[in-house]
């Protein structure tokens, strides 16, 4: 069970979140079919750190970008996506 | 290999049960194999055998990180069936359930295998319309399928809540009768036992923690225990397939989530059937030894732990006992629970590598246990010709950019989504 801290809700049950993908699996909108299809089915699927998107589904419903291990479930960050006045 | 028959437990029985002999050996690993299998669950167990009994391939090495059937094949509910609705996987799975059919005689190990049937209850008449179409397409594949009315299943499973204001009102369902549970340890006892009696090398605690490579190809395996070289290499390690292919610089199309059980005190029989739902996610069988065996959904986001969240025990505990609510009186005995490869359509990926001389098994998904007999074989069929089974053909790599996914559940790209 995680205890996820939500920039906008603060501390949270896991249970209100939803993960999306990892940041890395993210597609462009202008990707090209050969780069989606390396986006989308070439894994890292690594076991430590791991940089990923969820949702604070049944809360704010912000995505969010987490920082967690998949082997502890850690979370060392939760910041809101995309980054605030970046745009990106 | 001493056989094992009527007789021979009858004079290990007078003779106190103290001559009986190892199952198989434990042998330090040779410099080469013909081929090595990564991987000591059930999958790589059965491929070893095949690999030796129907390709006359002796040089067989298993390497197993820790002990022969302590991933998943540990860890699952035991359930076989050949029920699913893509063409694809139905040829696959019920190459498989026959191959399950004789293996306990073939092997001379009692593997329980129990056809004791699979129902899937329908909650709806969208269900039943659901188990309709599936009966007819699985009897078209010429597999069995039988739909049932509502007071069919409640004559099959006195248990069942068919009271008016049941939670999960019973509309119906579609049985399986071949479908059934078998003895998920003894599967892999028996492989290694009868592996081990063609002379493959089953080799335990031996972590593969690279490949030796030549010009591109993978020559062999470097290990904990030292370099094995190896004409072929297959990976057979669901649950850790991203980190074993990683290890030769591949990423695959799999996320690696954890699937939780959990089992009750033992009670006696109460359930002589599989039960599954068409819309709920909770299914349900009775141990040989009388624990009642529950098994839900994924936890829905990557993870090795091997520890599953509290909120899918509650979830799939509320199911079971809305379906059968003389559950609410046991208690749970343990829960645990496996990490499984999640491919990107929930379907297994068996097929070459865009390695060289390495070889995948894996992406099991949810679905592994069952398909154990049909997957080793296929596995062997791959590993010892270099070519697919036309029944494995379907299942390559490659099928993820061609976009050729076998889908069954309908969920696109997103594990999390099935």
Redesign the interface.
């Known amino acids: 069970?995680?205890l996820i801290a939500c920039p906008h809700c603060g501390p949270r049950a896991?249970?209100e979140f939803?993960?999306e993908?990892?940041m890395d699996a993210i597609l462009p909108l202008d990707t090209t079919p050969?780069d989606a299809?390396r986006i989308?089915?070439?894994?890292?699927?690594p076991?430590g750190f791991?940089d990923?998107l969820w949702r604070h589904t049944h809360g704010c419903r912000a995505w969010l970008r987490l920082t967690r291990h998949?082997?502890?479930?850690e979370i060392t960050a939760v910041v809101p996506w995309p980054a605030v006045g970046t745009g990106a | 290999m001493k056989r094992f028959s009527a007789l021979a437990l009858l004079r290990a029985g007078l003779e106190g049960q103290k001559r009986w002999p190892r199952h198989w050996r434990d042998p330090d690993p040779r410099s080469h194999y013909d081929v090595i299998v990564i991987g000591g669950g059930g999958h790589g167990l059965a491929t070893a055998y095949y690999l030796a009994k129907t390709h006359g391939v002796r040089s067989v090495a298993v390497l197993e990180r820790a002990w022969i059937g302590g991933g998943n094949t540990g860890r699952n509910t035991t359930i076989v069936r050949s029920n699913y609705r893509q063409p694809q996987l139905q040829r696959l799975l019920e190459y498989s359930l026959k191959t399950w059919e004789t293996l306990s005689d073939e092997l001379n190990y009692n593997l329980m295998f129990s056809q004791r049937g699979a129902v899937f209850l329908g909650h709806s008449d969208a269900d039943m319309g659901k188990l309709a179409e599936r009966g007819d397409a699985l009897r078209c594949a010429g597999i069995d399928a039988e739909l049932m009315s509502r007071e069919a299943v409640a004559r099959l499973i006195p248990v069942l809540d068919m009271s008016p204001d049941a939670r999960f009102p019973v509309f119906g369902g579609l049985i399986q009768k071949r479908g059934g549970t078998a003895r998920h340890d003894a599967v892999a006892w028996g492989y290694a036992r009868a592996a081990d009696a063609l002379g493959v090398d089953v080799i335990q605690n031996c972590e593969v923690t690279g490949f030796l490579m030549t010009g591109g190809r993978v020559t062999g395996v470097k290990t904990t225990r030292g370099e094995i070289g190896a004409g072929r290499v297959g990976i057979c390690v669901a649950g850790s397939s991203?980190?074993v292919a990683?290890l030769a610089g591949l990423?695959?199309?799999?996320?690696?989530h954890l699937l939780q059980a959990f089992v009750s005190e033992p009670i006696k029989p109460m359930l002589d059937t599989v039960v599954m739902s068409q819309s709920i996610h909770a299914y349900i069988s009775q141990s040989d030894k009388g624990e009642m065996v529950v098994g839900g959904d994924p936890d829905?986001?990557?993870?090795?732990?091997q520890r599953g969240?509290?909120?899918r025990i509650e979830e799939v505990a509320s199911q079971a006992i809305g379906l059968i609510p003389a559950m609410s009186r046991l208690r749970m005995l343990r829960c645990w629970a496996g990490t499984t490869d999640m491919s990107?359509d929930g379907s297994p990926i068996i097929g070459p590598t865009p390695v060289e001389g390495l070889y995948l098994n894996g992406g099991w998904c949810y679905g592994g246990f069952k398909a154990t007999p049909g997957s080793g074989r296929l596995y062997a069929h791959l590993l010892a010709t270099g070519n697919s089974h036309e029944i494995a053909v379907p299942f390559s790599l490659n099928r993820?950019?061609r976009g050729a996914t076998i889908d069954e559940a309908g969920a696109g790209?997103?594990p999390?989504a099935r």
């Open positions: 069970m995680m896991h249970v939803a993960y993908r990892t050969e299809a989308l089915y070439q894994r890292e699927n076991r791991s990923e998949t082997g502890t479930h | 991203g980190l990683g990423k695959l199309p799999i996320e690696s829905h986001y990557p993870t090795y732990s969240s509290p909120l990107f993820f950019e790209p997103a999390q």
